[in-house]
């Protein structure tokens, strides 16, 4: 596993890797046994395309691949004032980019607007500049918008929500104007689908879906 450095989750990663290495060994899925990557995205004449950060880009793309009508998900970096910024200048805050997903999604059978309904509830948006045990700006939520439609109904979806009463503090989740999206390193790609148990013992930790379901309930 390539080496990732400055976060929590990364200590989290280390410690587990240290603490667990011989039952890593012993249970990580081998190559002909572990989930595989997506395949290349099915041909889709004119894709929608949107960015979303919600913490941890390997939990955002999870959640979204999960998503109806979404045909691919991209890991990568945007808000910054660095050119092809290294995963070391983001998680160090140096670059002044935001951990985020780029989701390519079939028009035909999904829309921004459900995209946004099923973005929510995968975040804690309660909390600004941070996302479960991930700390710092870089990691704080925020929705993209590539166009004046897009800003407005990024705009009616949070104030709705915010006025639905259903959280327990106002919501922070930022709505910014997209600028370059730069794909992070191909081993964040995909990552928990290459590597299930480090994923899964990443998010449990996290308290990820228990902070979720303080918030939102039991799915």
């Known amino acids: 596993m390539t080496a990732i450095t400055s976060t929590w989750r990364s200590r989290l990663l280390a410690s587990s890797i240290l603490a667990l290495g011989g039952l890593l060994a012993a249970c990580e ?55 092809n910024p290294t995963y070391e200048q983001v998680s160090a805050g140096s670059s002044g980019h935001i951990e985020a997903v780029q989701v390519h999604f079939d028009p035909s059978k999904t829309s921004y607007a459900q995209l946004l309904e099923a ?16 700390r710092g700006p870089h990691y704080r939520s925020a929705i993209f918008y590539s166009n004046a439609e897009e800003q407005q109904l990024a705009e ?16 922070v989740t930022e709505i910014l104007a997209a600028s370059t999206f730069y794909p992070a390193e191909d081993y964040h790609q995909d990552y928990y689908l ?22 939102w309930g039991k799915k």
Request: net charge neutral.
């Open 29 to 83: 899925p081998t190559a002909a046994q572990a989930p595989q990557p997506q395949a290349s995205a099915p041909m889709v004449a004119n894709p929608g395309v949107a960015i979303f950060a919600g913490g941890c880009f390997w939990c955002t793309e999870s959640d979204f691949d999960k998503v109806p009508g979404v045909i691919a998900t991209t890991s990568g970096y945007i808000g910054g004032h660095v050119d």
């Open 119 to 134: 973005f929510w509830p995968t975040i804690d948006p309660v909390t600004a500049n941070a996302q479960f045990c991930d």
């Open 156 to 171: 009616a979806s949070k104030a709705a929500l915010e006025k639905s009463g259903r959280l327990p503090a106002p919501v």
């Open 194 to 215: 290459r590597n299930p148990l480090r994923y899964s013992y990443y998010r449990n930790g996290c308290g990820r879906d228990q902070r979720l379901e303080q918030l």
